[in-house]
């Protein structure tokens, strides 16, 4: 693993975009993948000196990534549902994805993924929380896998819950549909000082 913050991480950005539009296309994001969308939502996160990029590698390659940033340090799209539910934005250290190779899940990455982006906000200070938003899909979209696998239960079992009437949506682009609205579920928890 390695950890990279803001500025420093700019050399992984076209890597990283990669990861996110190979992993995203999967159920249930469907993302067909934007690479100037990608350009620019990444470059807020390298802009930000308080940022964090958490980075698997196996050797030279880059297996996984998994972003974090301030609230307040990214988009309204982000920020405003949170201040429409009464949570400063200041106080939420937030996370924007975790994205990992098929073949390399299962072996801890995740747990890591979290526990470097929970590290840094500590280190940082001045957070009460971390979140992250999960995309919410029909449980009858034809689309659906017959066995799809949900990250629930991990996220739980690392003290997340979805916030009753927290959510953003956000629009992308999905294979064969062109742009589309979607619904996400904020989960959070508290973060407990070091």
Do not use: N
């Not at 988009?75 to 098929?102: I, K, N």
């Not at 280190?123 to 992250?132: D, E, K, S, V």
């Not at 919410?136 to 949900?150: M, T, V, Y």
């Amino acid at each position: 693993m390695e950890t990279a913050s803001g500025p420093e991480a700019s050399r992984h950005l076209e890597h990283i975009a990669a990861l996110r539009m190979a992993v995203f296309r999967e159920w249930p994001y469907l993302y067909q993948g934007d690479a100037a969308y990608e350009r620019d939502y990444l470059a807020a996160y390298a802009a930000s000196p308080r940022s964090v990029f958490v980075l698997a590698l196996a050797g030279d390659e880059m297996v996984g990534a998994a972003t974090g940033i301030p609230l307040a340090d990214e988009a309204a799209a982000f920020r405003v549902p949170f201040e429409a539910q009464g949570t400063d934005p200041a106080q939420v250290f937030y996370f924007g994805e975790s994205v990992l190779l098929p073949q390399w899940r299962g072996h801890g990455i995740g747990h890591a993924f979290f526990d470097g982006r929970e590290a840094h906000a500590r280190t940082l200070g001045g957070f009460a929380w971390t979140a992250f938003a999960a995309v919410e899909r029909d449980p009858d979209d034809p689309r659906r896998p017959a066995h799809p696998r949900s990250h629930a239960s991990f996220w739980r079992g690392r003290g997340y819950a979805p916030r009753p009437g927290l959510a953003m949506e956000l629009e992308w682009t999905e294979p064969g549909r062109g742009p589309c609205m979607h619904a996400l579920q904020v989960w959070m928890r508290a973060l407990e000082p070091a």
